[in-house]
């Protein structure tokens, strides 16, 4: 059999059926560092408010947003987008309205935004809007801006974005980082006895300097920034390995002699993470807020 790319067949049955961001989304760390971003959000927000969630996944930042409201005594109504049919479902299992807080769920692309929200929000817009852990999938720039533009539209005069990466320049520039991801995909690529592609680009790493422009010039200006290291334990390396979109990206530059499903890879990952001599994986998140600055301002 000749060599050839890794291909992930996206549709296999089994096991591959359990495949999806819920397994992360549950990981304590992951959850604390979103739910900090979550605390600096509300500060700025009215009682009640509005907010929706572009690329909301199985629906954690609802989930945390619902906190933060019953803590403060806050109502409100939130919106959450997502592309995959799966995480929409599972959003909605997973993430009911509260007493106080409704929510709902929509399917489509986060590109489309303004186009596909425009009857849930009030015609005045919402007071906030989010976008966590999701830009970076998107790989085009253009695509970026589309995202950030069509957020921009949905919010009113004085709204606040939240938005977080860590897949951005300075994501593995902390403690042992590089030298754990490098021995990860290092015991994997032997796993698999297969070969990199060095002219394969996995995914587009921009600095953060460049998702403030993007941002900046949607309309908003920045009123918060930091970066917070995180500790990603074994655990939440192994529920990230059952992410279709991150095995994609980290197995995107192999080559093999054999087709592959994407549960056969989730699979050597997982396997490659038991062999790991380090203990956690240090990850640097970088989070901005940013107020939609008024038309003509």
């Not at 009215?46 to 572009?54: E, I, K, M, R, W």
């Not at 921009?206 to 995180?230: L, N």
């Not at 001599?277 to 008024?294: N, S």
Request: charged share 25%.
């Amino acid at each position: 059999m000749t060599a050839r790319s890794v291909a992930v067949d996206r549709q296999q049955s089994g096991e591959g059926a359990e495949l999806h961001f819920g397994h992360f989304a549950g990981i304590t760390e992951y959850r604390e560092v979103n739910r900090e971003l979550i605390r600096e959000l509300f500060d700025h927000l009215p009682n009640p408010f509005v907010h929706v969630d572009v690329a909301t996944g199985t629906g954690l930042v609802p989930q945390l947003l619902i906190e933060a409201a019953e803590e403060r005594g806050y109502a409100g109504r939130i919106v959450g987008l997502d592309l995959e049919p799966k995480s929409i479902e599972l959003a909605r299992a997973t993430t009911p309205s509260s007493a106080h807080v409704s929510v709902e769920f929509v399917q489509g692309d986060a590109r489309d935004v303004h186009r596909l929200l425009a009857g849930e929000i009030p015609p005045s817009g919402a007071d906030s809007v989010s976008i966590h852990d999701a830009i970076h999938e998107i790989d085009r720039e253009e695509d970026q801006r589309a995202v950030y533009g069509g957020m921009a539209k949905l919010a009113k005069a004085g709204a606040v974005l939240s938005s977080n990466s860590s897949f951005t320049t300075i994501s593995m520039k902390t403690d042992t980082s590089m030298r754990a991801y490098g021995e990860w995909k290092l015991l994997l690529v032997r796993l698999l006895n297969a070969k990199r592609n060095r002219g394969k680009i996995t995914l587009v790493y921009r600095s953060p300097d460049a998702y403030k422009r993007m941002i900046e010039e949607a309309g908003f200006a920045i009123i918060h920034e930091r970066e917070r290291v995180v500790r990603l334990s074994k655990r939440a390396l192994h529920a990230i390995s059952c992410y279709p979109k991150f095995i994609e990206g980290m197995c995107r530059d192999l080559i093999v002699d054999r087709d592959l499903s994407i549960q056969e890879l989730s699979h050597y990952m997982r396997s490659a993470l038991d062999r790991l001599r380090f203990d956690a994986l240090p990850r640097v998140w970088h989070e901005v807020l940013a107020r939609r600055v008024p038309a003509g301002a």
